[in-house]
């Protein structure tokens, strides 16, 4: 179904959700809110489901289910913010919560060094949206995921060589209602999932130990994608121990440069720390200097900044299929949709919520407010943030390490730091493979690749095409204090990169 379409059957949505006041509860708080003088109000009734299963050695160590459910209230009164939550879903909460709310914002008011102007947004009266999967994760037996976990796990302690198996899956089922004082309203439902597998040889002799982990990304699926649907589990497992028993005799890699072509299984991150957290406007002004930190790419650079070379085409997208972060509507009540960070090299554009749209001169949000809880406040946070392949060509990865005499193709994310600017890093990975006159000739260790962000994308000389193209993500981007998490998709084909400047990790722990 349409990323956006506003008229998904609400049928869809999880009955539970459904049976609750939603309409009631909107009607209570944002009239109560009015009747105290906010010039603005809007409501979030959210029930978010989880469950996480954990294996070791094909026997269950933890099953954690969790529920949290509440309404949120958030007003504007003479221009400043006020903000409560509870979690009791009933009109007379409702009605405490809106006054709450409004009584948090006038307590503000003498303190508030500057009064919130927000970008104007069409009314979505009746909205409803939901995310594409088959099959709901929790409509699914846990022992019948269990029983997966353990048969997979089995399968690689029987392969010579490993020692020990570690099998995970997160699942969310994220509901919510949205409503607000202009006539917005909207219900939407999303499914996700984080599969994980890894295993372990251990060197008794030498005290040391390799892992090899499954390249599955969390997605924004059903229960379907751990049963086989774009993802052929029987085949990863059959190749991990082969791959594990080739990285434990593997040479360590001499540090220096060379040309690296990077697979999307390891540059999503790259892309998620280098360009999705530098381009979120809050931070880029100092908002999140504090903690989670700033930016290099500054207002001041907007349309000036050569961020990389001219194959570098990055896009913020909350709808492409299957995003961590695809939604039909934003927290702000902001129909969301796709647009330009990157072009042709060039910094051209911010991930923004309603509240920053107007101090970059914008008439409209891109729909990046998100709250991960009806217990936190909605703030800027990131959408799918991705690299397009080469429009022109469908170059393979194949074709991509042909062009390269001596380097490294590297595979899988693992450990990364950056600097509070989003400028100086190195990241790891999982699997590396020594480039020979365009040929891969075997497993490496040790590597890590360090760079500035903008001289790394400027030695982008070439992108795949659109059959290498694959989303990445993770499910726990963190921000903001009180800290908030969110899920979200990086998507890239493989890319090659000249010249890279390649550290020896143990070289470097020494």
């Known amino acids: 179904m349409p990323a956006t379409d506003p008229a998904v059957d609400d049928t869809l949505i999880d009955p539970e959700f459904r049976a609750l006041p939603l309409a009631g509860l909107a009607g209570a708080a944002l009239s109560r809110a009015r009747l105290l003088g906010a010039e603005y109000a809007d409501l979030r009734v959210e029930r978010i489901v989880s469950q996480t299963i954990r294996l070791r050695d094909g026997s269950v160590t933890g099953v954690e289910d969790s529920t949290v459910t509440g309404v949120a209230v958030r007003v504007l009164v003479d221009g400043v913010w006020g903000f409560a939550s509870h979690v009791e879903l009933t009109a007379q909460s409702a009605v405490a919560v809106a006054e709450r709310a409004v009584a948090v914002a006038r307590t503000l008011l003498p303190v508030a060094l500057e009064r919130v102007e927000r970008a104007d947004e069409p009314v979505y009266p009746g909205s409803v949206w939901v995310?594409?999967?088959?099959?709901?994760?929790?409509?699914?037996?846990?022992?019948?995921?269990?029983?997966?976990?353990?048969?997979?796990?089995?399968?690689?302690?029987?392969?010579?060589?490993?020692?020990?198996?570690?099998?995970?899956?997160?699942?969310?089922?994220?509901?919510?209602?949205?409503?607000?004082?202009?006539?917005?309203?909207?219900?939407?439902?999303?499914?996700?999932?984080?599969?994980?597998?890894?295993?372990?040889?251990?060197?008794?002799?030498?005290?040391?130990?390799?892992?090899?982990s499954s390249l599955a990304p969390p997605v924004g699926r059903g229960w379907e994608y751990l049963t086989g649907d774009t993802w052929d589990w029987d085949a990863e497992l059959a190749e991990m121990p082969e791959l594990l028993a080739e990285k434990t005799k593997a040479p360590s890699v001499e540090a220096g440069a060379y040309d690296l072509v990077i697979d999307p299984t390891n540059l999503w991150l790259t892309i998620h720390e280098s360009v999705g957290h530098a381009t979120e406007y809050d931070r880029a002004i100092g908002y999140e200097a504090a903690y989670a930190g700033s930016s290099f790419a500054t207002p001041d650079k907007l349309g000036t900044l050569r961020y990389g070379s001219e194959h570098m085409h990055v896009t913020g997208d909350r709808t492409?299929?299957?995003?961590?972060?695809?939604?039909?509507?934003?927290?702000?009540?902001?129909?969301?949709?796709?647009?330009?960070?990157?072009?042709?090299?060039?910094?051209?554009?911010?991930?923004?919520?309603?509240?920053?749209a107007p101090r970059l001169g914008l008439d409209r949000s891109n729909g990046c407010a998100f709250a991960d809880s009806p217990h936190h406040v909605p703030i800027q946070r990131m959408a799918n943030v991705s690299l397009a392949p080469d429009p022109a060509k469908d170059t393979s990865t194949d074709e991509l390490i042909a062009g390269v005499e001596r380097g490294i193709y590297v595979v899988g994310d693992k450990s990364w730091s950056i600097d509070m600017q989003r400028y100086n890093f190195q990241f790891t990975g999982q699997r590396f493979f020594r480039i020979e006159d365009g040929k891969l000739a075997g497993q490496l260790r040790d590597v890590a690749y360090q760079a500035t962000t903008t001289d790394f994308w400027g030695a982008m000389d070439a992108v795949g095409g659109p059959s290498t193209w694959r989303l990445g993500g993770a499910m726990n981007c963190g921000k903001a204090q009180p800290g908030q998490a969110a899920p979200v998709s990086h998507g890239c084909p493989s890319a090659r990169f000249r010249g890279i400047s390649v550290l020896n990790t143990q070289e470097e722990g020494k």
């Open 320 to 356: 492409v299929p299957h995003g961590l972060s695809t939604i039909g509507f934003d927290d702000d009540g902001v129909r969301t949709g796709e647009w330009d960070l990157v072009r042709d090299g060039v910094f051209v554009g911010y991930q923004l919520d309603r509240t920053f």
């Open 131 to 212: 995310s594409a999967y088959d099959v709901d994760p929790f409509t699914v037996p846990t022992r019948d995921k269990v029983e997966l976990l353990t048969d997979r796990s089995r399968r690689l302690l029987a392969s010579d060589g490993v020692d020990h198996v570690a099998a995970s899956v997160l699942q969310v089922r994220e509901c919510k209602f949205y409503a607000d004082s202009a006539g917005t309203t909207t219900l939407q439902q999303r499914v996700r999932l984080e599969p994980g597998i890894t295993a372990t040889a251990v060197d008794r002799a030498a005290g040391g130990f390799e892992t090899m």
